[in-house]
Nanobody, 131 residues
Framework: QVHLAESGGGSVQSGGSLRLSCDVSGFTAVPWVRGRSYLAWFRQSPGKEREGVAAICNEGTIDYADFGKGRFTISQDSARNILYLQMSGLTPGDTAMYFC????????????????????WGQGTQVTVSS
């Protein structure tokens, strides 16, 4: 059974940085090893839809939402099954609950930041940025 657990959220001032982590367990099944699969970060602010932040393929391909380019970096430690999101230059607009997600399927480029493309989700970690 796939289990995703986020950590690293907190409160920071505008311009600050945070690194989010997601422990991924139960995802080392055969589909992950022999085919393409994706881990991703999403976020959701109150009253808004959940939106994709960044996605990484097990083969290394990375996709970012426009708002994250140049500020956010997604990475993974495959040996330890941990997904990271390094965030810098944070603004109040980045305040949200951040979720990690996983899918053991190939995704076309246009789908990699869609919530509907991912089957497995963590519970989220809150990021609050104050001005």
């Amino acid at each position: 059974q796939v289990h995703l657990a986020e950590s690293g959220g907190g409160s920071v001032q505008s311009g600050g940085s945070l690194r989010l982590s997601c422990d991924v367990s139960g995802f080392t099944a055969v589909p992950w090893v022999r085919g393409r699969s994706y881990l991703a970060w999403f976020r959701q602010s109150p009253g808004k839809e959940r939106e994709g932040v960044a996605a990484i393929c097990n083969e290394g391909t990375i996709d970012y939402a426009d708002f994250g380019k140049g500020r956010f970096t997604i990475s993974q430690d495959s040996a330890r099954n941990i997904l990271y999101l390094q965030m810098s230059g944070l603004t109040p607009g980045d305040t949200a609950m951040y979720f990690c997600a996983a899918t053991p399927r190939y995704l076309a480029g246009w789908a990699r930041l869609l919530t509907s493309a991912y089957e497995h989700w963590g519970q989220g970690t809150q990021v609050t940025v104050s001005s």
